[in-house]
């Protein structure tokens, strides 16, 4: 019995010890990263600090903005200026509205007067509504931010008379 208990100290110890190797040697990697790289510094993983502060001044004083890529702009964001989460991660309103098809209609239904996101998000806002009431969007490009890789975020001015589909 004793022998027993022993083995298993031994492989609970040599797993412990495995773990905590492959914690440092991770953790080495990511201290001998490139500074100047997108994925260190203080713009995060994708670089959404510059843009968001970009697009936050260019849009007028109380102003509601939706955005799938909502979170620097909520930061951000002035008190006056409404942010909308659309993508549905942290707005169980917008996440139902996808589930339903009907994404456009929750844009509408919160009053959203600007798009701010990446180009490929402006084509997710309309996918995301192929059951919408409200298909009479037109959406505007009205500045282009910083480019970050080979991307870059967009402004989109939001026109709810009528239009092309978001």
């Given at each position: ?11 609970a ?14 953790a080495?990697?990511?201290t001998s ?8 510094g ?5 670089g ?24 620097a ?26 589930v339903?098809?009907r ?13 701010v ?17 409200m ?10 931010g ?7 975020t ?6 709810w ?6």
């Open positions: 019995m004793l022998r027993g208990r022993t083995v298993l100290r031994v492989a110890f040599a797993a412990v010890l495995a773990a905590v190797l492959a914690s440092v040697v991770q080495s990697r990511w990263m490139d500074p100047r790289s997108l994925d260190v203080i713009e995060g993983s994708k959404y600090r510059e843009p968001a502060l970009f697009a936050l001044t260019a849009l007028p004083p109380g102003t509601v903005v939706g955005a799938l890529q909502s979170g702009l909520m930061y951000y964001a002035s008190p006056s200026t409404t942010v909308v989460n659309l993508d549905g991660v942290v707005d169980r309103h917008a996440h139902r509205a996808i339903e098809g994404r456009a209609d929750y844009a509408h239904q919160r009053n959203i007067s600007w798009f996101d990446w180009p490929f998000n402006r084509v997710a806002l309309g996918f995301f509504s192929p059951r919408a009431a298909r009479g969007a037109l959406l505007q490009e009205r500045w282009w910083p480019l970050r890789g080979t991307d870059r967009v402004v989109w001015s939001v026109d008379r009528g239009g092309e589909h978001p």
